[in-house]
């Protein structure tokens, strides 16, 4: 089977979130499944950089693309200067760049375009997210009579509902797309286009990052606007959970952590506690419970609810250290409380070497998400054995098994519902078990076990796209 991934970020190249480690990581499970599989994506700023970096000369099939392959899986990067070649994936501190629509609108015509100058007719177009979703737009409307294509089929992949690639209807020529498409049946919302939406109306097969976040947005909770469109589409929608990408994430391999580890070998977890203690000034003691979080700071992440249970936390005696960048509104609050807080440490940045420090060090990973359509971070933090403490939402709820509704299975805790009280209970919960070694280091046992490879995922995404081409 022949599958062309589109994304616009992919790691190792470039990345602002999961949707990157997604498709770094699910091509080359696809192909040792045996699918011949190939990754498009924009060449950035960021791109030239790991190219430089790493000393890497890409290819250059044909003008304005270059291609770079690892472990089997051809990456191509489509290069356009003017769009491409600036700070930043999708903007600055300052937002989005005003010309978004047209940027992806151009990475997805040139993707189909070059498809057909490299020969290589894809069974399945898989897109991800709205700023790849144009490409099944395109492909069944601008493309629809292209032969080349005849036999391909769409799959579009929702990674978070709530960025749906939003313009002024303004913009419709611009990116090549007819005037009749803007209606309620195509990409007409609320006076806007909607890219994401088109993706949705046009594809063959629908997939989001859980099984429960397939179930939560046909739902007016979780549905941002489009939960009518997508009940009516749920034949199709599937949910199929994310992996993770152990060969990235291994504290037994792990070179960017203090010291490697394994379950046999757990006391050298607690040589990371020290190392990160030090490193960002906190008391240094093995003893005291060290809490982490590594996200970005939006109010989906549960920024909100963490803000106002800050000063009772860190009035307890434990220690906190968040790593994230975001809404500037949330770095102003944490700033003020780690200001006046030994035990907190709020580092401001994007930082893949301390997030690797922090999964290893912490005890205990928060991540009380308001929604999460799969998330990475509780899967990595299992892995690293810091057990996590999340929400009952989407692929969290999945993923993680509360201690207290299974002894045997549990792997973390569940707040009881979204709210300041439910979070401080949870703490105090995991105070309370981090007394009792035992039972913690059961706990752990059990987390570190878990296994959320990519295979399984990768199979059952093959799956459902050879139940497409029957
Ligand atoms: P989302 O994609 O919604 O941001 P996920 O949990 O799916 O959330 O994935 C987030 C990924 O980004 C994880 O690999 C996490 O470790 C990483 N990450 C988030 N914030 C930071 C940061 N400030 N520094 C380094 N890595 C980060």
Not at 233 to 248: E, H, M, P, S
Not at 385 to 403: C, N, R, Y
Request: charged share 25%.
């Amino acid at each position: 089977m022949k599958i062309v991934i589109v994304s616009s970020e992919v790691v190792p190249f470039a990345k602002t979130g999961g949707l990157a480690d997604v498709c770094g990581a699910l091509p080359e499970a696809l192909k040792n499944i045996g699918s011949d599989t190939c990754v498009f994506m924009p060449k950035y700023r960021e791109v030239n950089n790991y190219f430089k970096k790493n000393n890497i000369l890409p290819k250059s099939p044909c003008p304005g693309l270059f291609t770079f392959e690892i472990k089997g899986v051809n990456f191509y990067f489509i290069e356009h200067n003017d769009y491409f070649d600036r700070d930043g994936l999708y903007g600055t501190a300052m937002g989005d760049y005003p010309d978004n629509a047209q940027r992806f609108g151009f990475f997805c015509k040139r993707t189909l375009e070059y498809l057909k100058q490299i020969g290589f007719k894809p069974d399945i177009i898989h897109c991800h997210d709205w700023q790849a979703a144009l490409a099944i737009t395109y492909l069944k409307n601008n493309s629809k009579h292209d032969s080349f294509f005849k036999k391909t089929k769409t799959v579009l992949t929702i990674h978070n509902l709530a960025y749906q690639g939003l313009f002024d209807k303004s913009e419709m020529p611009k990116i090549e797309l007819n005037d009749n498409l803007f209606n309620i049946e195509g990409l007409e919302f609320y006076w806007k286009v909607n890219l994401l939406k088109g993706g949705i109306v046009f594809s063959d097969l629908i997939t989001t990052v859980s099984p429960t976040y397939a179930k939560e947005i046909q739902t007016k909770e979780f549905g941002c606007g489009l939960e009518g469109l997508l009940f009516s589409r749920n034949q199709k929608l599937k949910g199929v959970i994310n992996g993770l990408d152990y060969f990235l994430w291994n504290p037994e391999k792990d070179s960017l952590i203090y010291k490697k580890f394994s379950i046999k070998k757990i006391n050298d977890k607690y040589e990371n506690k020290v190392g990160l203690q030090k490193e960002v000034g906190l008391k240094v003691s093995k003893d005291i419970p060290l809490f982490g979080i590594v996200t970005r700071l939006a109010e989906q992440k549960g920024v909100d609810i963490i803000s106002e249970a800050m000063e009772i936390m860190c009035n307890k005696d434990l220690q906190l250290v968040i790593l994230g960048t975001g809404d500037i509104k949330y770095h102003q609050i944490l700033e003020g409380i780690a200001k006046k807080h030994k035990n907190f440490v709020l580092l401001l940045k994007f930082d893949n070497r301390l997030a690797h420090d922090i999964y290893a060090a912490s005890d205990f990973f928060l991540m009380p998400s308001r929604y999460e359509p799969c998330g990475l971070g509780q899967m990595i933090s299992l892995k690293y054995g810091s057990l996590p403490l999340v929400s009952k939402t989407g692929g969290l709820a999945d993923t993680i098994i509360d201690i207290d509704d299974n002894s045997v299975k549990g792997n973390g805790m569940l707040l009881k519902d979204y709210s300041k009280k439910s979070l401080l209970e949870v703490v105090d919960r995991s105070l309370d078990l981090y007394t009792h070694t035992k039972s913690l280091h059961k706990v752990i046992n059990v987390a570190m076990n878990n296994d959320f490879s990519w295979e399984e995922s990768a199979r059952e995404y093959q799956k459902l796209f050879k139940a497409l081409l029957k």
